[in-house]
């Protein structure tokens, strides 16, 4: 009790004296980056600030759905993932054989089927205007959407197998990589609508179980559809918007991809410290503080909960697109719920959800670490193996490397434990001000 | 009508296992939202703690089987049991009760759960790695085939010794729980709490007696859950995100907060994987002859490739929380 | 010694103070009734009684012995038993488990309590392996207080029992209030239906704005013209 009633009185404080808080933390990350700089070199370190920065918009997103409305998404992978795979899609070159060849047009034809199962089973459902009894429109509907659905997947596999066979895979779209980050904010935007429309209505912890789900789908998808993504033969290299290290060297190049989404975080940061304190953002908190009450007053809780989930996954898409690029590398084996979920949430949460600038520092803080605690986890896991080996007789030397991911898994349990009971707020605490 | 058997044996056997386990996992969930209201995420991993505590057991006493002639695995489930229940009380006692007395938002709780699951996912992986462990070290895997009394039958119904101790613990599970919930005084205050908290304190029902109580059984069947999965196929550490989907799943279908509902929603899941990964044009072989060539030639017609198995819980999630919330029995919850 | 005292009980929630200082005394096989306008904190006070709420400052006193924010389950344990007002069934138990889920802390009770409780509430019998969640509210309202009796309890705090139910459950009702109390258990209760419920009490406290504004014995209580224009409506 008394800790929070301290954090409290801080939280009221603290918008009239200096920020002495962020002054004291951003020097703090500031110190941390210029030490990797010289122990790592620029060209490493470089890169480390452009991950992070990517990651920093992966808070953002969350941070606005958690933070902001109190919604908990636990697949921020899965929308990673589906601005990383737009990236690709978009940036690779066309594949003009498979263009060529008449399999492109059967694909077209499967898509036309399905488009056409749609528009019969949509009909069916409608059928009750003509005055079909509404069981057995149902009924017809379903049955119809099952029919469609066989034949069309059956058509779709004998073709994308061919794909597969012939050409490798469908290739990309040729087109400049920045497009593909919007695509992919706007298509994980589309998948956060739909499951969005589905939960935010009910208990909090449906969102989370569904968006867990949905992150496994979107991955498992990406991995098996080979004629789309080349799945675990993954693709590269993905151009980049700007000079690549082939043109420029690493440095420069990676200067440059940063300069971009450094830009992009600032506008991002600006926007939503915009929104937060204008009426937009105000009925948002209230709806998060008190529900009943935001609904007495009129207010449409669902849709703006929607509004707010779905931007925060655009930005998620949008991150995740930009990663993907600067990865270099499309690998839908690589999207991992460890680095791609709960280290964001760990950013978020420690850094200050709802804090934006909070969020930005614990996306930069907790990267940073993250990075440097590789070295670390091989100590901890040598320390595991040797207590394995002496009490167990395991062989173990084969799995090495994905031991030693697992010791950073446990650490990021305990880290979120930890900060959930000592530090619930985060290290830049959101500054909530009371109106009266 | 081998066409049937195998439809038998992919379904009926494949179903009712998979459901089984889905069923006993899913009732774990349940019991932890009706008592304490939220989503225990870590439920999967418990799981797995339990059956790689059963694993541990196997390799240090390979033997203790063969004088009670069951695998060494059944015979140290007890103990495993015990084990996983003494984890969760002391996980709620260490990550949860904190939280619980400062009076958070359930969703923080959930967020809890998936720092806990990290946590055990992580030792447990650091200790056994991520690859498949058999569980029967020093037992073979019985296989019975009852062949069918009919002359056109060749291939006979496949049953194996893990399957056959699964369904018979599945049922004294359920039986179990049964009794306990409606006989035992305990159980009957466990129902209480879950109805109305403020009026079992009111009553005397001392809330954290009963919170205890509910991790012990929830620890114990996390065990078996994790066991007989293990059995029935090995010990797979790196399950868990796949388990969890299923089996929330399975609770939210059933109803949250309502054990019955949670084992029939198990049985749903599991089943509807099971019809939904199945090759139907099996079924229509023996037909061929008199069927129209596309629907003869169509190959694969299952619904989704075995790949893609986790969308059909989804799916059914999905159409559960936008036709009825609360479940096809009706939970307390939403 | 009396069997529940009040002495100058502050309290409330989240740092607002409800009550302001109330006093109140009842004796052992006494009815106490607490009346009062709307927010005058008599459900509130009933609650701090029951170590549902913090009490700030003063002491509550059960037989001599402070008993002020003890948690509720160790109240059960030292004689006390309460009906809140709302929710005070447990809906998809049955009516027998209602009951001995009331014996919780005392199992060895549960026979002969059980016994007792359908002598006191006939209605209960034949329903007795019926869900309290399908009872009308009279009867839900018997399930609530045959629960907190399970316990034999000393003293029995009621929340408004006739809430919401028509006149002729109404009188039933007050009518098993002054039969459990016949039996030797003291109850203190909330009431909105203020004449009625001091016409059977044996002490009344009138609370106005977290403070006792009258407190004498039900009688006369309502033979005082000022308690009459103020509190019970002419």
């Not at chain 2, 179903?15 to 870590?42: E, K």
């Not at chain 2, 229940?85 to 002391?90: C, D, H, I, R, S």
């Not at chain 2, 009394?149 to 893990?162: G, K, L, N």
């Not at chain 2, 069927?291 to 989804?314: D, H, Q, R, T």
Request: hydrophobic content about 55%; some cysteine.
């Amino acid at each position: 009790m008394s800790t929070q009633q301290t954090h409290r009185e801080d939280l009221v404080a603290s918008p009239s004296r200096f920020p002495l808080r962020e002054a004291v933390l951003f020097t703090i990350l500031l110190a941390a980056i210029v030490g990797v700089y010289t122990a790592m070199g620029a060209a490493y370190s470089t890169r480390m600030l452009v991950e992070a920065s990517c990651y920093a918009i992966l808070a953002l997103g969350l941070t606005i759905q958690w933070g902001y409305a109190g919604q908990f998404n636990a697949g921020v992978m899965g929308f990673v993932a589906l601005g990383g795979y737009c990236a690709m899609a978009f940036s690779m070159p066309v594949n003009g054989e498979f263009w060529a060849s008449p399999l492109s047009g059967e694909l077209g034809m499967v898509a036309l089927m399905a488009l056409g199962g749609v528009l019969v089973v949509v009909g069916a459902s409608k059928l009750h205007r003509l005055g079909v009894p509404r069981p057995l429109r149902t009924g017809l509907a379903v049955a119809l959407a099952l029919l469609f659905y066989l034949l069309v997947s059956a058509r779709l596999g004998v073709v994308t197998e061919q794909i597969e066979a012939q050409y490798d895979y469908i290739g990309g779209l040729g087109l400049p990589p920045w497009l593909g980050w919007i695509v992919g904010g706007a298509v994980a935007g589309l998948v956060g609508y739909f499951i969005g429309k589905v939960c935010l209505g009910l208990r909090s912890d449906y969102l989370a179980i569904a968006t867990l789900g949905i992150a496994e789908i979107i991955k498992a998808v990406l991995k098996n559809a080979d004629w789309l993504t080349r799945g675990t033969a993954t693709v590269s290299p993905l151009p980049w918007p700007v000079p690549g290290p082939a043109e420029v060297g690493f440095t420069l190049a990676r200067v440059f991809y940063f300069s971009i989404t450094a830009v992009m975080i600032v506008a991002i940061f600006l926007l939503l410290s915009r929104a937060y304190h204008a009426p937009w953002g105000r009925m948002i908190r209230a709806i998060r503080d008190n529900e009943v009450s935001a609904a007495a007053m009129g207010k449409d809780i669902n849709h703006r909960r929607l509004e707010i989930f779905v931007l925060g996954c655009i930005l998620m898409g949008i991150g995740g697109a930009a990663l993907g690029s600067f990865n270099s590398l499309f690998d839908p084996q690589g999207y991992l719920p460890l680095n791609h979920t709960f280290l964001v949430l760990v950013m978020v949460i420690l850094g200050g959800p709802g804090n934006n600038l909070g969020t930005i520092f614990g996306a930069f803080a907790v990267y940073i670490i993250w990075v440097m605690s590789e070295p670390l986890a091989l100590a901890v896991l040598d320390l595991a193996i040797a207590f394995g080996e002496g009490s167990f007789g395991w062989e173990t030397s084969a799995t090495l490397d994905s031991r030693a991911l697992q010791a950073r898994v446990f650490v990021i349990g305990l880290l979120i434990s930890l900060v959930l009971r000592f530090a619930p707020k985060g290290l830049l605490p959101e500054k909530v001000k009371h109106h009266g | 009508m081998n066409e049937l058997v195998f439809f038998i044996n992919n379904v009926i056997v494949a179903g009712s296992v998979t459901g089984s386990i889905y069923a006993i996992g899913a009732v774990g969930v349940t019991l932890v939202f009706s008592i304490m209201r939220f989503a225990h995420f870590a439920h999967a991993d418990m799981m797995t703690f339990g059956a790689f505590m059963v694993l541990l057991l196997t390799l240090a006493f390979p033997g203790a089987g063969a004088f009670l002639g069951l695998p060494t695995a059944v015979v140290m489930l007890p103990l495993a049991m015990v084990l996983t229940a003494g984890l969760a009380v002391g996980i709620d006692k260490v990550f949860y009760k904190p939280l619980r007395a400062h009076g958070v938002k359930p969703i923080v709780m959930v967020i809890a759960s998936l720092g806990v699951t990290l946590m055990l996912q992580g030792l447990i992986r650091v200790f056994a790695g991520t690859s498949g462990e058999n569980l029967y070290v020093d037992d073979r895997k019985e296989i019975f085939r009852l062949a069918l009394p009919f002359e056109s039958v060749r291939a006979p119904i496949v049953v194996t010794e893990p399957q056959i101790i699964l369904f018979v613990l599945t049922i004294i599970c359920i039986v179990g729980l049964h009794l306990f919930l409606s006989r035992s005084r305990l159980g009957k205050a466990m129902r209480a709490m879950s109805d109305n908290p403020d009026l079992a304190r009111a009553s005397g029902i001392n809330n954290n007696l009963i919170v205890a109580v509910t991790w012990v059984i929830v620890g114990g069947l996390a065990a078996i859950a994790g066991t007989l999965l293990s059995l029935d196929v090995t010990f797979k550490p790196d399950l868990s995100f796949f388990l969890l989907l299923p089996i929330f799943a399975a609770a939210i279908v059933g109803g949250v907060g309502h054990p019955y509902g949670a084992i029939a929603g198990g049985f749903l899941v599991g089943f509807a994987e099971t019809l939904a990964v199945f090759n139907w044009g099996v079924l229509l072989r023996p037909f061929r002859d008199s069927l129209p060539e596309w629907l003869a030639n169509a190959g694969n017609l299952a619904f989704v490739g075995s790949e893609y198995k986790i969308v059909v819980p989804f799916f059914i999630l999905v159409a559960i929380l936008v036709w009825r919330p609360t479940g096809i029995f009706k939970g307390k919850v939403i | 010694m009396p069997l529940l005292e009040a002495r100058d009980v502050y309290g409330g929630y989240g740092g607002m103070n409800i009550l302001n200082g109330v006093n109140m005394t009842l004796e052992a096989d006494e009815i106490g009734v607490i009346v009062g306008p709307n927010g005058a904190g008599k459900s509130t006070m009933l609650k701090a009684i029951f170590g549902l709420l913090i009490v700030t400052q003063g002491e509550i006193l059960l037989r001599g012995e402070p008993i002020h924010n003890l948690a509720p389950h160790r109240l059960v344990h030292q004689g006390m038993g309460f009906v809140p007002q709302e929710h005070n069934v447990f809906p998809s138990l049955t009516v027998k488990e209602n009951l001995q889920m009331g014996a919780f802390l005392k199992p060895g009770n549960v026979k002969r309590m059980l016994k007792q409780i359908y002598d006191f509430f006939p209605p209960l019998y034949d329903k007795r392996h019926q869900p309290a969640g399908e009872l009308s509210g009279g009867q839900r309202q018997m399930v609530a207080m045959g629960r907190a009796l399970m316990a034999e309890p000393s003293v029995l705090l009621l929340d408004e029992p006739t809430a919401g139910l028509s006149p002729l459950f109404m009188n039933e009702i007050f009518a098993q209030v002054k039969q459990v109390n016949a039996a030797g258990v003291g109850i203190l209760m909330v009431e909105q239906n203020a004449k009625q419920a001091l016409a059977i009490a044996d002490k009344g406290f009138v609370l106005a704005a977290g403070q006792n504004r009258f407190t004498d014995t039900g009688a006369a209580l309502l033979a005082d013209p000022e308690v009459a224009r103020s509190f019970l409506g002419g």
